[in-house]
């Protein structure tokens, strides 16, 4: 039952999920490889699966999940000088992209329980009860901890930058504030 499940998504999505990886890793070997560990997991836990309707979701959520962690290994391993050169490889990155990278730095300095609880609810898609199982917490403890979270990384954006926006909602612009002691000076700031 398994094994013909699996084979039956593999041609039903494996098309779609390499794409999908590609966007996100931007290298089709490895799009190619992350697509593999996608579907050995969904050939273990196949039987578990509790809503079969909802399959699609699942598999793109096991798909995020793999790259967001395969980008934030890589991104520990990185040498910082290489990573510069990289930066300045790139002529023009996204306003979007240098707040994302801004940000992801701002909530890697924030004191764990509340990095942990933002990072698996907001970057990895996990359910807050999920969450709450895997740190021991209540339900109401983890959604918390994630509102607190957010709401110290909109002040450290508000008071580092100021981000213009489209109407859809995508980030057009950022203006940095000159920081007003060093302190609360930031990266792009300094």
Same mark, same amino acid.
């Given at each position: 039952?398994?094994?013909?499940? +699996?084979?039956?998504?593999? =041609?039903? @999505?494996?098309?779609? &999920?390499?794409?999908?990886?590609?966007?996100? $890793?931007?290298?089709?070997?490895?799009?190619?490889?992350?697509?593999?560990?996608? @579907?050995?997991?969904?050939? *273990?836990? &196949?039987?578990?699966?509790?809503?079969?309707?909802?399959?699609?979701?699942?598999?793109?959520?096991?798909?995020?999940?793999?790259?967001?962690?395969?980008?934030?290994?890589?991104?520990?391993?990185?040498?910082? *000088?290489?990573? +510069?050169?990289?930066?300045?490889?790139?002529?023009?990155?996204?306003?979007?992209? *240098?707040?994302?990278?801004?940000?992801?730095?701002? $909530?890697?300095? @924030?004191?764990?329980?509340?990095?942990?609880?933002?990072?698996?609810?907001?970057?990895?898609?996990? =359910?807050?009860?999920?969450?709450?199982?895997?740190?021991? &917490?209540?339900?109401?403890?983890?959604?918390?901890?994630?509102?607190?979270?957010?709401?110290? &990384?909109?002040?450290?954006?508000?008071?580092?930058?100021? $981000?213009?926006?489209?109407?859809?909602?995508? *980030?057009?612009?950022?203006?940095?504030?000159?920081?007003?002691?060093?302190?609360?000076?930031?990266?792009?700031?300094?």
């Amino acid at each position: 039952m398994t094994t013909t499940g +699996t084979a039956d998504l593999w =041609r039903r @999505f494996a098309p779609e &999920l390499r794409r999908f990886l590609h966007r996100k $890793v931007r290298d089709a070997a490895l799009a190619d490889d992350l697509l593999q560990e996608v @579907f050995m997991r969904v050939h *273990v836990h &196949l039987a578990r699966l509790r809503a079969p309707e909802r399959v699609a979701p699942w598999l793109y959520r096991i798909a995020r999940n793999l790259a967001v962690d395969h980008l934030r290994r890589r991104a520990v391993q990185a040498d910082p *000088v290489a990573e +510069t050169v990289v930066w300045l490889e790139d002529p023009e990155p996204s306003p979007e992209a *240098v707040l994302a990278a801004w940000m992801m730095e701002q $909530v890697s300095r @924030f004191p764990a329980p509340y990095r942990d609880a933002l990072m698996r609810v907001d970057a990895h898609g996990q =359910r807050t009860v999920d969450v709450a199982r895997v740190l021991g &917490l209540s339900t109401p403890g983890v959604k918390s901890r994630v509102q607190r979270a957010r709401r110290r &990384l909109a002040l450290a954006t508000d008071r580092c930058c100021a $981000v213009q926006r489209d109407r859809n909602g995508r *980030v057009i612009d950022i203006q940095w504030r000159q920081p007003l002691a060093p302190e609360r000076c930031c990266e792009p700031c300094s």
